[in-house]
């Protein structure tokens, strides 16, 4: 059975950070382009950032490039995102999802999705 498991979201203040951590069981990450997603209240999902199989490719949304990075523990099959320089606007559930070899900024090419984890950021 393939699961994936968000875990590391919470509060921060502006400019603080976060890391925030995917773990897979049933299915080896390596072998799958891993994809976090961002839902805000009222919001469509919306991608943020990506890695292919074998980190072939990373992307990340413009509105977080320099601020996130996405990587991978094959170890641990798991996929983590750094989450720095946070923002208000980065409030938002959290989840991360997997699909074929290669990346996809579509949500509805993804195939197996975890329950997310709740990201709030406030001064």
């Known amino acids: 059975q393939y699961q994936l498991v968000e875990s590391g979201g919470g509060l921060a203040q502006p400019g603080g950070s976060l890391r925030l951590s995917c773990a897979a069981s049933g299915f080896n990450v390596r072998y799958y382009a891993i994809g976090w997603f961002r839902q805000a209240p009222g919001k469509e999902r919306e991608g943020v950032s990506c890695?292919?199989?074998?980190?072939?490719?990373?992307n990340y949304a413009d509105s977080v490039k320099g601020r996130f990075t996405i990587s991978r523990d094959n170890a641990k099959n798991t996929v983590y995102l750094q989450m720095n320089s946070l923002k208000p606007e980065d409030t938002a559930v959290y989840y991360c999802?997997?699909?074929?070899?290669?990346?996809?900024?579509?949500?509805?090419?993804?195939?197996?999705w975890g329950q997310g984890t709740q990201v709030t950021v406030f001064s």
């Open positions: 890695i292919s199989s074998s980190a072939g490719s990373i």
């Open positions: 999802a997997a699909r074929g070899l290669y990346c996809s900024p579509l949500s509805r090419e993804y195939s197996y």
